[in-house]
């Protein structure tokens, strides 16, 4: 008896994925960048700082107010 598998059949396409991120994984991709933004802004880097700044206004940059 062949035991069933969750696996999909040889040669069978895998899932395709979505374009956009799930609507929470796109705030916790937000989050990221903003850390990542407090941290190249703190270390001077210009460059890197603009190149997130980009980066968060792509994904629509933070709606909340800072602390909330």
């Not at 994925?17 to 960048?33: D, V």
């Not at 903003?34 to 206004?57: K, M, N, W, Y």
Request: hydrophobic share 30%.
């Amino acid at each position: 008896m062949a035991f069933p598998s969750s696996h999909p059949a040889h040669g069978a396409e895998p899932p395709a994925h979505p374009a956009q991120p799930p609507a929470n994984g796109g705030e916790h991709t937000l989050e990221k960048l903003e850390f990542a933004l407090a941290v190249a802004l703190t270390r001077g880097d210009g460059p890197r700082s603009q190149s997130l700044r980009e980066q968060i206004a792509a994904l629509g940059g933070n709606q909340e107010e800072p602390g909330t």
